[in-house]
């Protein structure tokens, strides 16, 4: 695996661990303060919804952290492939449904390592 990949996949578990984080554990202070166009008053019914999108978030992060330990290249590639393209997939309907910036934060960084993944 080449070390531009290796580094974005490892970027894109950082930003699904931090989401895990956010979703579940900050999601009625931080949330208000990142989804500035939401009424701050539909965080706190809509807590225990963001933990479970949190934890979705963090078996995305495990399955990225699994790659790297992953030493057979068809296998490695078959489940990176996966994981990047559920993250990408997550970011381009998040995009669509709740933020613009989540394409480029999320969607974006797994397009281009999956690309990276698919030229490899």
């Known amino acids: ?68 330990f992953i030493k057979n290249p068809e296998w490695y590639q078959n489940v990176s492939i996966f994981f990047l393209s559920c993250v990408a997939i997550a970011g381009i309907y998040g995009t669509f449904t709740a933020d613009r910036k989540i394409f480029f934060v999320q969607a974006l960084p797994a397009i281009i390592a999956l690309v990276l993944v698919l030229l490899k």
């Open 1 to 68: 695996m080449s070390i531009a990949i290796y580094v974005l996949i490892g970027l894109i578990a950082l930003i699904h661990i931090y989401i895990l984080w956010f979703e579940m554990f900050a999601w009625t202070t931080r949330g208000p303060k990142v989804f500035r166009n939401f009424p701050k008053d539909l965080f706190p019914p809509t807590k225990a919804m963001a933990a479970n999108q949190g934890l979705y978030n963090g078996f995305l992060a495990a399955g990225l952290i699994w790659t790297f």
